[in-house]
């Protein structure tokens, strides 16, 4: 064998070699990479899945193609918080708590905004009621009744048992919160149910002040309800809780995270699929919440015989105006027929026009 041919021989024996410890780290990686998500979807298997059958949700087939135009460069999510101690089960129940959630998809801004529950709006086949009710037939009636009152397209929803914002306080190791001498009193009845609930024994905070509050204290912050404002007031301490722990979450470890995974995604039901869940958290730590408000913007309060006290918009068709502003930055946004024969429903059985909101 020539000296030339030796040289090749060694030369291609390295290069296989070479080859051979590539096709070994590639395959380390692919091994990683598996292990990764197979980790991510046993996490995320917690979670209570609900397939929504897009041809049950209504959305308003006369909203303007350029109010869906600006609407898809948002992700918009239903958010809905129950009590579900009575059926242990997250599909029904009225919604004590309706958050609507627009995520921009350039920037990552997040915006919150409530929608009282006690709204006066249609709960679906034309039957007025407090919009919390629609609920009780399902997460797609309720995004069907947001979608037709206030010209939205949303298809998604995440639904929270209350039970996941004490352990998830309590894993991130408290928020701090800043409280009335009127707060602090109101505290105790809430703050009694939920340790007797959840078995934790937390103390009551004695005065107003600003306090590292655990699980059971900031849920039962969330939940006061007779103060000046109402249950105004009420959505207005919940947007605080939540925003609160989202910054304490941005903060936390992975080990802390992991660990809040744990307790809190069996509280949890939505109709995400895993791969859209990851996407999201992807994304977490890049969302800013640069906007909280409650809808109606403009209102009245007004008891409807059997229907109860209710809030009527005054009216539907200049807050969900003011609504796709503030979520949308959407200053061109026009009411479809369908709002406005909504707001002229609502007007006329309440007795509200623009001028008698406040």
């Known amino acids: 064998?020539?000296?030339?041919?030796?040289?090749?021989?060694?030369?291609?024996?390295?290069?296989?070699?070479?080859n051979k410890i590539i096709l070994i780290i590639v395959e380390l990686i692919v091994l990683v990479v598996l292990a990764v998500v197979l980790y991510a979807v046993s996490k995320l298997s917690k979670i209570e899945k609900t397939e929504i059958k897009q041809e049950d949700v209504i959305v308003n087939e006369d909203i303007e193609s350029e109010t869906v135009e600006v609407m898809n460069n948002f992700r918009t999510i239903a958010v809905f918080g129950l009590d579900n101690r009575s059926n242990?089960?997250?599909?029904?129940?009225?919604?004590?708590?309706?958050?609507?959630?627009?995520?921009?998809?350039?920037?990552?801004?997040?915006?919150?905004?409530?929608?009282?529950?006690?709204?006066?709006?249609?709960?679906?086949?034309?039957?007025?009621?407090?919009?919390?009710?629609?609920y009780t037939k399902g997460p797609e009636v309720a995004i069907s009744m947001l979608n037709k009152n206030l010209d939205l397209n949303i298809t998604d929803y995440v639904t929270v048992d209350f039970n996941a914002v004490v352990n998830c306080v309590d894993l991130l190791g408290g928020i701090e919160l800043t409280i009335t001498d009127e707060e602090a009193e109101l505290m105790y009845g809430?703050?009694?149910?939920?340790?007797?609930?959840?078995?934790?024994?937390?103390?009551?905070?004695?005065?107003?002040?600003?306090?590292?509050?655990?699980?059971?204290?900031?849920?039962?912050?969330?939940?006061?309800?007779?103060?000046?404002?109402?249950?105004?007031k009420r959505t207005e301490r919940q947007r605080t809780v939540i925003m609160k722990m989202a910054e304490k979450a941005q903060k936390s470890s992975l080990t802390t995270i992991n660990k809040v995974i744990d307790e809190v995604f069996g509280d949890i039901e939505t109709s995400f699929s895993n791969a859209d869940l990851i996407s999201l958290a992807a994304e977490v730590f890049n969302y800013k919440i640069t906007g909280s408000a409650g809808f109606p913007f403009t209102k009245n309060t007004i008891t409807l015989g059997s229907k109860g006290n209710v809030v009527a918009p005054c009216t539907l068709e200049s807050n969900v105006t003011e609504l796709h502003k503030f979520l949308f930055d959407n200053n061109e946004y026009v009411p479809s027929a369908t709002v406005k024969a909504n707001s002229k429903k609502i007007e006329s059985d309440t007795g509200y026009g623009e001028s008698d909101g406040y």
Do not use: W
């Open 88 to 134: 242990g089960n997250l599909s029904s129940g009225n919604s004590d708590v309706i958050i609507l959630v627009s995520i921009n998809n350039d920037t990552q801004e997040v915006k919150m905004c409530s929608v009282y529950r006690d709204t006066y709006l249609d709960v679906g086949s034309g039957k007025f009621r407090k919009c919390n009710a629609a």
């Open 1 to 18: 064998m020539s000296s030339g041919q030796r040289r090749r021989n060694t030369k291609s024996g390295k290069n296989r070699q070479r």
């Open 190 to 232: 809430y703050m009694y149910e939920i340790n007797k609930l959840t078995g934790h024994n937390s103390e009551v905070p004695k005065k107003g002040g600003t306090y590292l509050m655990d699980g059971v204290q900031a849920t039962a912050y969330a939940r006061i309800r007779y103060t000046a404002g109402d249950d105004y």
